[in-house]
């Protein structure tokens, strides 16, 4: 019933940007926290960002503020996040995930980002 489905993905040279896009079906998507992670290749899952349901309180891994930023847009079931001044060691599958609680319930299938150097 729940879906999340990320978009945006792509291969960009270093210094570029890419705009990645989650879509959630099957919840009352304002009643969720939002989050967005990374899993580079061979190494563990890391948390990127994250975003409250309704206030827009907002956090994020040292290793990207800065220079991505987390957006949502309630009336579209949609959670943004927003890669600006792209790093090799970005590198990474992103995934979306709504958090119910302490804990993250419900995860996307994840995108490809590739930045060259």
């Known amino acids: 019933q729940v879906q999340l489905k990320e978009s945006g993905g792509g291969l960009v040279q270093a210094g570029g940007s890419l705009r990645l896009s989650c879509v959630a079906s099957?919840?009352?998507?304002?009643?969720?926290?939002m989050g967005w992670f990374r899993q580079p290749p061979g190494k563990e899952r890391e948390f990127v960002s994250r975003?409250?349901?309704?206030?827009?309180?907002?956090s994020y891994a040292d290793a990207v503020k800065g220079r991505f930023t987390i957006s949502r847009d309630n009336a579209k079931n949609t959670v943004y996040l927003q890669m600006n001044s792209l790093k090799p060691e970005d590198t990474a599958v992103y995934y979306c995930?709504?958090?119910?609680?302490?804990?993250?319930?419900?995860w996307g299938q994840g995108t490809q980002v590739t930045v060259s150097s």
């Open positions: 099957g919840l009352t998507f304002s009643s969720y926290n």
């Open positions: 995930a709504a958090r119910q609680g302490f804990e993250y319930i419900y």
């Open positions: 975003i409250s349901g309704t206030s827009g309180v907002t």
